[in-house]
């Protein structure tokens, strides 16, 4: 298999730890989206909206959307499961995962900054404002179903699909200075999950394309 993707992309740092807590070997490609590598013709041949990640099977079909790429691979190779063994946890981590992945995720991407910032102006009060509103806002609803029904994980006592998008969404909000302080329950599971080994290979300064300092 092939993962097209780059270092600090939150979407292809989740399929990375989907990968690693499956131990499926793959070849990493990197797609520097700081030089528009993703606006190239080859890659749009692969992923038509420009986006990484991209996952090309060992049959050489390509799978667009982190989400779909990780129920492929849960399919395609379904030991260790990343899903909880009974109905209502499966459907409550696919929950979780796809409120991160698809309503906070998409409100802190690069070109949606880039866009607030340098097309509407946006100050740096207002940037903080939109990112503590939008993606915190869907990050605090994840924190209110993890203390209802997570364990030492978001859902349960062993990671799934939800870990696999909460580590990428916590490492972003960090890193864009997001107040986490009354998420509590995420940043200890982040903890927890940034311990094992599989998470700490996913992690993008562990990957090839990582710039360093
Ligand atoms: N829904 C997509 C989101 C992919 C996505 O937003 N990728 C970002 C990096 S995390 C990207 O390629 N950004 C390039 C751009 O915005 O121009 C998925 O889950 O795969």
């Not at 109905?87 to 607030?116: G, K, S, V």
Request: charged content about 20%.
């Amino acid at each position: 298999m092939k993962l097209f993707g780059y270092w600090r992309s939150s979407a292809t740092y989740r399929v990375r730890i989907a990968l690693a807590l499956k131990g499926v070997e793959y070849e990493y490609v990197p797609i520097n989206l700081l030089k528009g590598e993703h606006k190239s013709g080859d890659y749009l041949a692969k992923n038509p909206m420009g986006l990484v990640p991209s996952m090309e099977t060992d049959c050489g079909e390509i799978v667009t959307q982190s989400i779909a790429i990780m129920e492929y691979l849960e399919e395609s190779n379904p030991n260790p499961t990343i899903l909880p063994d009974n109905a209502i946890d499966r459907a409550r981590a696919r929950a979780m995962a796809q409120t991160l992945a698809c309503e906070a995720q998409p409100l802190m991407n690069l070109r949606i900054q880039n866009f607030l910032k340098n097309d509407m102006e946006a100050s740096s009060e207002a940037m903080a404002a939109w990112l503590n509103q939008w993606p915190g806002g869907a990050m605090r609803s994840v924190e209110r179903q993890v203390d209802k029904f997570g364990g030492d994980y978001c859902v349960g006592h062993t990671p799934t699909v939800a870990d696999c998008c909460l580590v990428p969404q916590m490492y972003g909000a960090l890193r864009f200075g997001i107040d986490v302080g009354d998420m509590p329950r995420l940043r200890e599971i982040y903890e927890r999950c940034c311990a094992l080994p599989a998470f700490a290979l996913a992690h993008p300064d562990n990957q090839i394309d990582a710039v360093k300092g």
